[in-house]
């Protein structure tokens, strides 16, 4: 379950998307919000485990929280 | 009662379908029992890939364009128009210069990319593209005229049209500088937004070590946040400052209005069964091409192969028989290496790329292809 704190302002729904999708649907969400928002990115991606952090720390965004469904994973990028 | 097929765009996947159910339907439209309407709203067909050769001065963008009245069958009712409204519940369309509306019982939406560079600060300002045919003819300018200095390819948007064009770019700018004898003096840089230099790694892992050997200087995880055109800069999201003096962009990509105002995907691409190609939000429409959301490459072999899944599936239900003809995500890309050398890669959904060995046969047999693609167009290779 995802902190009740965690309020995104977009959720990006990346499911079925082939790498790189997932990852640059996310860059595309983080380009249009504000600093500090967060978005959630839907993917069923394992690649998108790794991609994900990689850019986060590459940009000094930040992943909140990773959550791991059934079918997908949900992971919360906040905006520096 | 006449069953009436729409196909919306006549870019290699709509103007291939369109031939292709001319020749399949053939008895069927002649007895009246079947109408296919083919709508572009430009009265030529556009055979985009010429505009990788036009800044190297050596095709003109004119070499691309065919009157599609030339290239489509006579038994398709050809509309130079464009659809500005779609209802799939209602099965109706509306046209921008036509009256009333177009009752449609099979739809094929194969309206393509548009480019979108207003969505990054200053770039279309600032940097060229060959994604286009005034972007091709304003870097040929720029391009012809430049011995010295960092040209920067940038890939800031994807997915893209031709996955493989950003690479060809790099190496052919290299070779091209190199042969004239102009590569010491001319900077050779190549970006990409995400951490590899390819978005499908096998691709990637091909790639770079031709771009080490060659001294093309690669930054990966460079995602324009905007281009400053008076310090001729690129500010990536990620923090960092690139230099140019010639900068080419592949600009961001989107498709067409229609398709999210009909509810049928983002950003113009359709969400679709990557096997069936059917829409996944309404009945009897399909997608295809660079319009169908099906994760394999916007190229032109996708809307070629795509287009005769499509075919044979709408045959199959006019004629009231189970449609089981399937996409399996077989794509196929010449990837020129240099001015004289190609590399080639044929993959699907299950089987990944492994790049030919460059070679001079692979550069003429691209060459000759696209000399031979108006026979593609017409649905005759």
């Known amino acids: 379950m995802p902190s009740p704190d965690i309020d995104p302002a977009t959720i990006v729904d990346a499911r079925g998307a082939s790498c790189p999708g997932p990852l640059m649907d996310l860059i595309g969400a983080i380009r249009g919000i504000d600093s500090e928002a967060v978005v959630k990115l839907l993917s069923d991606n394992e690649q998108s485990l790794t991609d994900v952090p990689e850019w986060a720390e590459e940009s000094g965004n930040e992943v909140l929280e990773v959550e791991g469904a059934e079918d997908h994973y949900a992971i919360y990028v906040q905006k520096a | 009662m006449t069953e009436h097929v729409v196909i919306v765009g006549a870019g290699t996947g709509g103007t291939v379908l369109a031939n292709d159910l001319a020749d399949r339907l053939e008895r069927e439209i002649d007895a009246g029992d079947v109408e296919v309407t083919l709508y572009n709203d430009d009265p030529d067909h556009v055979y985009k890939p010429v505009w990788l050769y036009v800044p190297f001065g050596l095709r003109e963008p004119e070499d691309g ?20 409204d779609l209802d799939s519940d209602a099965k109706e369309l509306r046209t921008r210069d036509g009256a009333g509306t177009v009752r449609y019982d099979h739809l094929v939406l194969a309206t393509g990319s548009t480019l979108a560079p207003e969505t990054v600060p200053g770039l279309a300002e600032a940097g060229h593209d060959f994604y286009s045919e005034d972007g091709a003819e304003a870097l040929r300018e720029d391009l012809l005229a430049f011995e010295e200095g960092r040209v920067v390819l940038s890939v800031v948007g994807s997915p893209h049209m031709c996955p493989a064009a950003p690479l060809e770019f790099a190496f052919m700018v290299d070779d091209w500088f190199r042969k004239r004898g102009l590569r010491d003096d001319v900077e050779v ?13 096998h691709i990637a892992e091909w790639a770079e070590p031709i771009m080490k050997e060659r001294g093309i200087e690669v930054h990966t995880f460079v995602n324009a946040e905007e281009i400053d055109p008076d310090a001729e800069t690129i500010e990536t999201m990620e923090g960092d400052s690139i230099d140019y003096d010639l900068l080419v962009t592949i600009p ?10 009909a509810g049928l995907g983002d950003e113009g691409w359709v969400d679709v ?13 399909y ?12 190229a032109g072999s996708v809307a070629h192969y795509q287009a005769g899944v499509v075919a044979q599936r709408i045959a199959s239900d006019v004629r009231g028989r189970p449609a089981t003809a399937t996409y399996d995500g077989k794509t196929l890309c010449f990837i020129e290496t240099g001015m004289d050398e190609a590399s080639f890669v044929e993959f699907d ?26 026979l593609t167009a017409r649905g005759l290779l």
Not at chain 2, 252 to 261: K, N, Q, R, T
């Open chain 2, 273 to 285: 069964d990557s096997h069936t190609l059917e829409a996944t939000a309404a009945e009897d429409v």
């Open chain 2, 349 to 374: 959904y299950e089987t990944p790329p492994s790049p030919a060995p460059p070679s001079t046969a692979l550069h003429w047999s691209k060459l000759s292809y696209n000399e031979s693609y108006w």
């Open chain 2, 65 to 84: 364009r065919r009157a599609l009245s030339d290239l489509v069958d006579d038994r398709i009712d050809l509309r130079i128009d464009r659809i500005t």
């Open chain 2, 287 to 298: 997608a295809l091409g660079d319009t169908a959301d099906t994760g394999v490459p916007k």
């Open chain 2, 252 to 261: 961001p990509h989107a498709g067409v209005d229609l398709i999210a105002e």
């Open chain 2, 189 to 201: 840089v190549y970006t990409y937004p995400i951490q590899r230099v390819h978005g499908n790694p």
